[in-house]
């Protein structure tokens, strides 16, 4: 089988930053090709070249036999090549069939054709099985669904070749198995496809052939019969992980938070109680909606409770903004490190020291000594690969920009640390270091209560996991009692006695 679509020797460069060196892949017709890599490879950098979204410096892009020059997203389409973002690309304001034909509207006497909009989008989502009418707005549909629908607009440019950049990061496990079954039916019609994924146990189940970056160069590839996740774990970082979550057994100490009757904003009616010792770490579990999020939330001040006691150190206090909570010595890395974590447009020595200035200023002007002394800090304790303390910090890989999120609060000297999906969205490599972080972190007598969807993750990490179903606290469970049955028994049941 001749190759549809065939990559030699792609480079680009960014200030500091070699992005992609010597890159080079093929993709046959009817293909799932999954590329992986740790944050920072090169992944989202080749996709959108191939996309047309940005330039190679230099190399060779040969489309049926033929070079081709992709210099802008029209070109792409024109080839057959639509990249479908991490972040959707939706209006939300108009229906599906708006969505669908956005800019590219058939006419008729000089207006826009809405019969044929709303036929031609009908067939369209039927490809994709999705049983909607096009007719319906976007913002009335889940996320899953607006993937759906972002695939179908895809399709209804003639797509050769679908580029899906973490197409699952956002959506349920039966949104997941939908998701499945279409890539899997693309497939079977010819249409290849490029999978990005952090999620190994997807790419085993999707992919036809594996291609691995690392730090922005070829590290290998597997055939379907060689995939697997210690193969890929191994060319991803180059080394053996061993054992992935390293915890050392400690004495949990002091008493650090107590929360008492617990009412939150989103489940008023439902009291939650726990505690939080020195040197310990206790996970969150349960299911989207159970209320772990609101939880965090309330008691970092985002969104005060409305009923309940929370001290600290034994000594009740009054939390109703996060500037309460900062004082009282807890910090919270959120779930959305770009929306709520991070300055993007800011430099990484600026973000680290944010939580500090007004601390650490002088007769009201910033300090920029004790800032880049921070940064400095900052950087050497958490290894963030970066080419200064200047570089923009919305350039570093996703994986550095959470031990960012991490140091601005650390720079604090937290005594309780809320971690809301510390690893979502980073690469192994990056998780582990994570969780090295965590279990040092717990070693120096901090407290940390995460929330995780992952189960294994959960399992790996906590001393203790309290599980929510709904806003409530159904169970807790001790570290010799976990596993993937106990926590899902609690997390989909009623309350019952602690």
């Known amino acids: 089988m001749s190759p549809l679509l065939q990559v030699s020797s792609l480079c680009k460069a960014f200030p500091g930053v070699k992005a992609l060196a010597d890159v080079s892949l093929s993709l046959n017709p009817g293909e799932v090709l999954a590329v992986i890599g740790e944050n920072g490879a090169g992944k989202s950098t080749l996709m959108k070249i191939l996309a047309g979204v940005q330039r190679p410096d230099t190399g060779q892009i040969v489309l049926d036999g033929r070079a081709v020059a992709i210099d802008s997203v029209q070109k792409a389409l024109s080839l057959g090549i639509v990249l479908i973002h991490q972040e959707l690309n939706l209006c939300d304001n108009l229906d599906i069939a708006g969505n669908i034909f956005l800019g590219r509207e058939p006419r008729r006497l000089g207006f826009i054709d809405r019969g044929t909009i709303y036929r031609d989008a009908e067939a369209v989502l039927a490809r994709v099985g999705l049983d909607l009418s096009p007719r319906a707005i976007v913002s009335s549909l889940t996320i899953g669904r607006q993937q759906m629908v972002e695939i ?53 189940e999707l992919a036809d052939r594996v291609v691995v970056l690392r730090d922005g160069r070829n590290a290998g590839e597997l055939a379907r019969d060689e995939i697997s996740h210690d193969r890929m774990v191994r060319m991803m970082v180059g080394r053996d992980i061993g054992q992935f979550y390293e915890r050392a057994s400690h004495a949990p100490g002091e008493v650090l938070l107590e929360v008492d009757a617990l009412r939150t904003p989103a489940h008023p009616r439902h009291e939650i109680s726990f505690s939080l010792r020195a040197g310990e770490i206790v996970g969150l579990a349960g299911l989207v909606g ?56 800011m430099a990484v020595r600026e973000n680290l020291s944010l939580p500090r200035v007004r601390r650490d200023a002088i007769a009201g002007f910033l300090n920029r000594a004790a800032e880049q002394g921070i940064a400095a800090d900052m950087i050497g ?16 890989s996703g994986g550095n920009q959470q031990k960012a999120v991490i140091g601005k609060w650390l720079a604090m000297s937290p005594r309780v640390l809320l971690l809301d999906e510390p690893t979502r969205g980073i690469d192994v490599g990056a998780k582990q270091e994570i969780y090295r972080l965590m279990e040092r972190l717990a070693g120096q007598g901090v407290g940390i209560l995460f929330v995780s969807s992952e189960m294994e993750e959960v399992m790996g990490m906590s001393d203790r996991t309290l599980v929510m179903h709904e806003g409530r606290l159904t169970g807790e469970l001790r570290r010799d009692q976990l596993s993937e049955e106990a926590i899902l028994r609690l997390a989909i049941t009623s309350a019952v006695a602690l």
Request: charged share 25%.
């Open 290 to 345: 159970a209320g772990r999020t609101e939880l965090l939330q309330a008691l970092f001040g985002i969104a005060p409770a409305v009923g309940g006691r929370i001290r600290v150190q034994s000594r009740p206090v009054a939390i109703r903004s996060p500037r309460d909570a900062v004082r009282r010595g807890l910090a919270l890395v959120p779930e959305d490190r770009k929306q709520q974590g991070l300055l993007l447009e």
């Open 152 to 204: 179908a607009k895809a399709l209804s440019v003639n797509a050769r070749i679908l580029i899906m950049d973490e197409p699952t990061s956002s959506l349920s496990a039966h949104e997941t198995e939908q998701l499945f079954r279409v890539v899997k039916d693309l497939r079977s019609r010819g249409i290849s496809i490029l999978y990005i994924s952090h999620r190994l146990g997807e790419v085993k």
């Open 381 to 396: 304790r958490l290894s963030i690969k970066t080419p200064s303390d200047r570089q923009i910090v919305g350039y570093l």
